[in-house]
């Protein structure tokens, strides 16, 4: 197992939509792996979507249970998640590794219903609320090529933009 690069915003790649799994496969288990090894060497990362390591496959991987009090499904690989019901709203903060050290608010669906199947191929259906169904949107837009950053205000989404890249600048 490997822990993978991530991409950030703004690299380009991340709008990129990502393409439905085909092939179950140890290779597609591999890449599972290096996928959750990434997103637990995330500074608390409840979440991750291939995308964010340049595959572009429907991958994600979700795990609310260290969360108190929050209801969740424990340690979930979706792939090819599909979002088939949603109802209510509420707004929350929202971070994401590709997005370093910048939160913003986010409307989202306080409960969905999501079809996917497992990493052996086998077909999930999931009803999710709160924190657990916030973070399964968000990880499933990236495998659209959306970002939390879509969601802000212009002039936000500009200022987090410029500072990220002068931090990329420096760093190269």
């Known amino acids: 197992m490997a822990v993978l690069d991530i991409l950030t915003y703004p690299d380009?790649?991340?709008?990129q939509a990502s393409d439905?799994?085909?092939r179950f496969d140890v290779a597609l288990q591999a890449r599972i792996?290096?996928?959750?090894?990434?997103?637990?060497?995330g500074p608390g990362a409840v979440g991750i979507a291939a995308p964010q390591v340049g595959w572009?496959?429907?991958?994600?991987?979700?795990?609310?249970?260290?969360r108190k009090k929050t209801r969740s499904h424990g340690h979930l690989i979706l792939v090819n998640p599909e979002i088939t019901?949603?109802?209510?709203?509420a707004m929350g903060r929202e971070g994401c590794l590709s997005v370093p050290d910048y939160t913003g608010n986010v409307i989202r669906a306080t409960r969905i219903r999501l079809t996917a199947s497992d990493p052996d191929g086998a077909p999930l259906e999931l009803d999710m609320e709160g924190y657990e169904a916030r973070a399964a949107q968000h990880e499933i837009d990236h495998l659209d090529g959306k970002l939390f950053v879509d969601y802000l205000s212009s002039l936000k989404r500009q200022r987090i933009r410029k500072k990220l890249e002068k931090d990329q600048r420096?760093?190269?």
């Open 56 to 66: 572009f496959e429907r991958v994600i991987i979700v795990d609310v249970s260290g």
């Open 20 to 22: 439905r799994v085909q």
């Open 170 to 172: 420096r760093r190269a």
């Open 85 to 89: 019901e949603w109802d209510g709203f």
């Open 12 to 15: 380009e790649r991340l709008r």
């Open 33 to 41: 792996d290096d996928l959750e090894e990434t997103r637990k060497a």
